[in-house]
């Protein structure tokens, strides 16, 4: 069954494009229906096309028979009407200019007069189909909850999406790192990574030995968030965006936020030259900081 499939599919390869992924050893189902739906319709299209073309040569072959017979009673033949403005004509139900008379209205303003017109009816027609969608819609969202409104499908979206969360945070925890679970990271990989990260998004702010221009130095005790790693992790996690320093979240990976605030942490006491001038408060392992929280979070927590 499947190398007929197969054989099939081949041969729709000078057909549809694509087709020539079939030559894989395996198809997967879905592709296979795929390629037989299109296959289907494009056999279908043909079929119309040839149905309308043998139409049209039927038509001519008819009216030339007629148009002979017309001649030898001495007979004129009206012009055919193409079937396009036959269509058209029914669609808008119009009245030819010739005929306009018949629907002009007695009334007359200053030269200006009004047809009575019809409604076009494909435009009642579109009108109805309105008035039936609504219907349906009322129906099935409204009364029998069957399909889920805006608020649900957003709410269901969100649900999928922690769904997926959590299943990636099983698989691998370090995408969990937050302030709670940070840790200073010792080994050399870990500081290695930190540097990095420190070196391309940090150090022309804190100066790369950390010794502070624009943003503060980094490696005397003196701390304006706190200085434990929970502490310099909220920091670039949060950001100080009033004072210039952004939020790193949406850039760096927990990971990485974990790996740089180890290295920020290592740099403590290796006291470069010319540093800036120490802000904030001393702050030494083990001793509870006051400004623990970066600015905005502050002012969250006040109000
Ligand atoms: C655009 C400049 C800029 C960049 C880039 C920048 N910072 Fe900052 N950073 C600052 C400023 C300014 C402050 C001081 C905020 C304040 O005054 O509250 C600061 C504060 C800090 C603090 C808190 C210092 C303290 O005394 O509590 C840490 C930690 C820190 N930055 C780490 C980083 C890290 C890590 C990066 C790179 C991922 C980084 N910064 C990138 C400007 C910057």
């Known amino acids: 069954m499947k190398n007929t499939i197969k054989r099939l599919l081949l041969t729709l390869g000078i057909l549809a494009p694509g087709a020539l992924m079939?030559?894989?050893?395996?198809?997967?189902?879905?592709?296979?229906?795929?390629?037989?739906?299109?296959?289907?319709?494009?056999?279908?299209?043909?079929?119309?096309v040839v149905a309308v073309i043998v139409l049209q040569v039927l038509k001519t072959i008819v009216r030339?028979?007629?148009e002979k017979k017309a001649a030898v009673q001495g007979i004129e033949l009206p012009e055919p009407v193409s079937f396009w403005s036959r269509f058209m004509r029914k669609a808008s139900d119009a009245v030819p200019i010739e005929e306009e008379e018949t629907v002009l209205l007695d009334h007359n303003y200053d030269g200006i007069q009004e047809l009575d017109n019809h409604l076009p009816p494909w435009w009642k027609w579109l009108f109805y189909m309105t008035i039936a969608f609504g219907v349906v819609y009322l129906?099935?969202?409204?009364?029998?909850?069957?399909?889920?409104?805006?608020?649900?499908?957003?709410?269901?979206?969100?649900?999928?999406?922690?769904?997926?969360?959590?299943?990636?945070?099983?698989?691998?925890?370090?995408?969990?790192?937050?302030?709670?679970?940070?840790?200073?990271?010792?080994?050399?990989?870990?500081?290695a990574s930190g540097k990095q990260v420190y070196d391309n998004n940090c150090?022309?702010?804190?100066?790369?030995d950390g010794g502070g221009s624009i943003g503060p130095n980094l490696t005397d005790e003196y701390w304006l968030h706190g200085g434990s790693i929970q502490d310099i992790f909220t920091t670039i996690k949060v950001g100080v965006p009033a004072k210039g320093m952004i939020s790193w979240e949406p850039l760096l990976s927990p990971e990485q936020m974990q790996n740089v605030a180890s290295y920020v942490m290592s740099m403590v006491g290796t006291n470069p030259p010319n540093p800036k001038a120490p802000q904030g408060e001393v702050y030494r392992a083990?001793?509870?900081?006051?400004?623990?929280l970066p600015d905005s979070v502050q002012t969250v927590a006040i109000r």
């Open 22 to 48: 079939a030559q894989d050893a395996t198809i997967s189902t879905d592709t296979a229906i795929y390629f037989m739906a299109g296959f289907v319709l494009v056999v279908a299209v043909l079929v119309l």
């Open 64 to 66: 030339q028979e007629d």
């Open 139 to 191: 129906f099935v969202y409204h009364v029998t909850d069957t399909l889920p409104l805006q608020q649900e499908e957003y709410d269901n979206q969100i649900a999928e999406a922690e769904a997926l969360k959590a299943m990636r945070l099983k698989d691998s925890p370090k995408l969990a790192i937050d302030e709670s679970t940070v840790q200073y990271v010792e080994d050399a990989a870990a500081l």
């Open 203 to 208: 150090s022309q702010c804190h100066r790369s």
């Open 286 to 292: 083990g001793e509870p900081t006051e400004e623990a």
